[in-house]
């Protein structure tokens, strides 16, 4: 039954600490919440497009703000149908005690409680990597300046994501192996403390080193952005001549 219990522990741990990197939204607000706004610089850019170039960044970034939109909400049903899961376990084995063990009968029952709650809570809120995308999607695009006012806040809306991903990714990374150093200290001598502590390390480090759904949308978007713009940079020309004509290209590096 320990191991049991060190389980639904670690799994409570890193599935919690998991569901708050991709809200990001209240334990790491302070952070980098800083109300991002697109530049001067980039509003002259977004004001001076031309009707085609504000489609195309409409629809490029309502491809990426969806794949965001629908990688959170499927990340977001199978956690909370994990810990409901979970949390039903966990009651079930409590009720596999003996009368005699009636406290840890009660204790599993209360954790599992706890942990099929957290669960519910999960599925019925979504976060804000839902919410954003489905402020952008409900933006109209039927004009000009609609166009216009639609792309500047889907960059920040992808930016401010990006952002919050990033950072969550870090302190996260920082508290798993916080705890999987602690474990090990506290329990030098327990093979299971060792092996738990070992698993939060490692887990730690790979929360580092992999990047979260929005800073790869954000990066893949600006990525296209600077070669679109580079694109729309290249003058061409035709000089005729008396056998045919010449295209020349210009390029503004």
Known sequence: MKKLGVFILLTMVVGISHL????GQNTY??????????????QS??????????????????FHLRELHDKARTERLWTGGLFVGLGALTIGAGMSFEDEDRDERTAFGIVGGVVGLVGAAVLAFPTDFEKYPNRYFEMASMDHSQRRS????????LGRLSNRAKTARVLNAAAYSALGI????????????????????????????????AESEYENYMDWRKSSSKVSQANFGVQPLKKGAVLSMNWAF
């Open 29 to 42: 607000k302070f952070y980098f919440n800083k109300d991002q706004s697109v530049s001067p610089e980039r």
């Open 45 to 62: 850019e977004i004001t001076n497009m031309t009707e085609p170039q504000l489609v195309e960044h409409v629809e490029r970034l309502t």
């Open 182 to 213: 602690g474990t090990i200290a506290a329990g030098s001598s327990d093979p299971s403390a060792i092996t738990s502590g070992s698993i939060l390390i490692g887990a730690g480090i790979a929360r580092f080193l992999i990047q979260m759904p």
């Open 150 to 157: 639609k792309v500047a806040a889907g960059e920040v809306y």
């Open 20 to 23: 708050r990197a991709e809200e």
